[in-house]
């Protein structure tokens, strides 16, 4: 198919250097998977790169030809796990106040976001901190507390990304809950 309407000189292309800019590591957290995460990221990456510079017909595992369509798709799909990278390399946590209301006692909980399948971005992780009157100190969350929850949640974020793209992984739980890879 040759179409007459393409034309190279766009000024509204798509700059992929620009766009991943925005979403390249900025921090190094204190996680013994940090290095995992950016191999992962630099590779996606790569792939995402070789992907928009091929210029024969493009197929998948089977040898199907993919449809302008199909290629829209996949190229989204590769932005929204860039986009789920992101979130983790620039983890943003949001203290909620829940209150139990039988009681009246407020707790401090901590939630993140994530990408859903429609690439949209939703709380997806939470963690309860407990109760505020015994979190608080001064009326601050103490700060090695804080490294913990980011901590924990940096590691159910990766957790979750990697369910979610490795299919050569094994998951499960162990006798106290706790997520395990073998």
Same mark, same amino acid.
């Given at each position: 198919m040759i179409? @007459?309407?393409f034309n *190279?000189? $766009?000024k509204?292309?798509?700059d992929?250097d620009k766009? !991943?800019?925005?979403? @390249?590591?900025? =921090? *190094?957290f204190d =996680?013994?998977? #940090?290095d995992?995460?950016e191999?992962?990221h630099?590779e996606i990456?790569?792939?995402f790169?070789?992907?928009?510079?091929f210029?024969? +017909?493009?197929?998948?595992?089977?040898?199907n030809?993919?449809?302008?369509?199909? !290629?829209?798709n996949? %190229?989204?799909e590769? +932005?929204?796990?860039i986009?789920k990278?992101?979130? %983790?390399f @620039?983890?943003?946590?949001? /203290?909620?106040l829940?209150?139990?209301k039988?009681?009246g006692? *407020?707790y %401090?909980v901590?939630?993140?976001?994530w990408?859903d399948e429609h690439g @949209? /971005?939703v /709380? #997806?992780?939470s963690?309860n !901190?407990g109760?505020?009157a015994?979190?608080?100190?001064?009326?601050e969350?103490p700060v090695? +507390?804080? /490294?913990? %929850?980011e901590?924990d949640?940096?590691q159910?974020?990766?957790?979750q990304y990697v369910?979610?793209y #490795?299919?050569?992984?094994?998951h499960?739980f162990?006798a106290? $809950?706790?997520?395990i890879r073998?």
């Amino acid at each position: 198919m040759i179409n @007459k309407f393409f034309n *190279k000189n $766009w000024k509204h292309g798509f700059d992929l250097d620009k766009w !991943l800019l925005v979403h @390249k590591p900025s =921090v *190094k957290f204190d =996680v013994d998977f #940090w290095d995992e995460i950016e191999l992962e990221h630099e590779e996606i990456v790569a792939e995402f790169r070789e992907l928009l510079n091929f210029r024969e +017909q493009i197929t998948d595992k089977d040898g199907n030809v993919l449809s302008p369509l199909d !290629l829209f798709n996949l %190229i989204n799909e590769y +932005q929204m796990r860039i986009e789920k990278l992101t979130l %983790i390399f @620039k983890l943003r946590l949001y /203290k909620t106040l829940n209150e139990n209301k039988r009681t009246g006692i *407020k707790y %401090i909980v901590m939630r993140s976001f994530w990408i859903d399948e429609h690439g @949209k /971005k939703v /709380k #997806w992780f939470s963690r309860n !901190l407990g109760s505020e009157a015994k979190v608080l100190v001064n009326g601050e969350i103490p700060v090695h +507390q804080m /490294k913990a %929850i980011e901590k924990d949640m940096l590691q159910l974020m990766w957790d979750q990304y990697v369910i979610e793209y #490795w299919d050569n992984v094994l998951h499960g739980f162990d006798a106290d $809950w706790n997520n395990i890879r073998v």
